[in-house]
């Protein structure tokens, strides 16, 4: 649904993108995450017909973002990193005039905007100037303008940035429903848990180039280990503690501080051997968490070596 | 002890029926675009307070230029029989619709600095959709403020020339040819400089010379050798002249249609230009 083949994008001396492919199978989406600057923003415009790639192509719905860049436009939405609303307009004329562009009559656009501000959240404040709107408000305005003509394929770049946590999950359920409907969403986000509950699939960008790629547990997979994490009780059973770890073959640190020691582990089975070697140390325990590793883990690790492997 | 404030569960997110939207479009016809893109545009003639400065414009307009310009009806060279006022409106006229072009250009770099135009450029338009609404919006605003000119001037200024109520609408589609060519190349400066203020010096410098070296407010014939040679060819002499020729009842065929195919011209050369420039990114 969209293909990404050796990408570039120059502007002037500042190479935004340095051959970037990947694909997003119909009815999926895809995580585009990276840093400030890493081209996100370029690639989105790209494949949303605003930008000429200087290399390599792209097809979106089948169709080529340069050649047949009307067929492109007549299936896509796209939620940009800054709104792109009238601001002179009440919310409602905005939806309006983008219904009656996209070809729904008088009557078939009121009754659809009307909807749409619904779901958005918007009713009370339609009829005002977006100009007067707060930033989450606008957000929701630019969503919703987004989906407005049922798009096969949207793009979202960073679309939950500003919003409150009740606006955010709305907007991941929403995005969780256009899946369901079968569109392919393409987002982008600085918010790891996002990219990590939403997408099915992860791209990693760094300075134009793809640093990884693949499903969010594959990602977590290649950097992180599980652990888990007992609180001891009262008593110092701290030195025990270890002592029965190690004659169990396995390896924790003592945090005095917290009272807890911590002991990585490659699959769940392992903490019921761990709570067994407490009890053997005449351990109380206070509490008990399994730590998964985050996005955030990976993201930090494969930009850590990304660093020292360029230096 | 550690207290948890956020329940394991989160209620389950409000299920919204996507399908309520409706079905997918794929765009409208460009002549539709063009025509809801034109009312957005002409939201202003709904409003009071932005239409009222356009109209005082042209009643300032035509006030000063009869008091100021009035003696110039005695000199000698002045056609007979016709009165001052007669003579100077068709040169307002032709004077606003001018004005109207250069703004097309403005109005149009307003537009371009828009938020939704690049929701716009990302949608299925016709390229010239932006352009040819702004095109038909100023037009229909400056058949207003032309029509409103006519009317003061008959009801305040004693507008009454030869060629009836036929002829001064004539002076006016003349009026609105030549604001519809001039709002052509300004709109096509605008996307290709896509700088406001460059564009507000080229529109002053090109108005007020063409306009004074004309024969919109003296005949040319009192003019020295040099300016009255300029006169002759620069184009809003000839636009005058068929504005004027259709209101006192006394224009030819060539000198209405020459005019006429020069605007004709003018936007088959800037038009695709302009297209041109707007889908520059
Ligand atoms: N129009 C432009 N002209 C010149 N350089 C540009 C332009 N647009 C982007 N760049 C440069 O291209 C690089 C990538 O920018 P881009 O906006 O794609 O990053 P991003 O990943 O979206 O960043 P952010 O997370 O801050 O939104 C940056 O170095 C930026 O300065
Ligand atoms: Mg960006």
Redo the contacts with the bound molecule.
Sequence with gaps: MIEVAGLTKA??A?R?LEGVSFTVPEGTVLGLI??????????INILSTLLPPTSGTARVAGYDVVRQGAQVRARIGLTG?FASIDETMSGRDNLILLARLLGAGRRAAASRVAYLLEIFRLSTVANRAARTYSGGMRRRLDLAASIVGRPQVIFLD?PTTGLDPEARHDAWDLVQQLVDDGTTVLL?T?YLEEADRLAKSIVV?AAGRVLASGTPAQLKAEVGERSVTVVLGDGAVGPAALAALERANLTGTYDRARRSVTVPIHDAAMVAEVVGCMNEAGARLDGLTVVEPTLDDVYLSLKGSAATGSE | MSTTLIPATAPPPARVDLSGIGPPLHGAGALRQVLVLSGRSLRVLREPALLVPNLIEPFLLLLLFSQVFRSLAQVPSFPDGVSYIDYLLPAVLISMGMTSGVKSGLLLSTDLRNGVITRFRTMPLWTGAVLLARSFADAALNAVELLFLLVIGALLFGYAPAGGIAGALGAMLVALSLAWSVGWVFMALTTLLRRPESLQQIGGMLTFPLMFASNAFVTTDGLPTWLRAFAEVNPLTHAINAARGLALGAATPSMVLWPLCMCAVTVLVAAPVAMRGFRRP
């Design positions: 502007f002037g500042t935004a990276g840093h400030n600057g890493a081209g996100k923003t370029s690639l990193q960073e982008t600085q960008l």
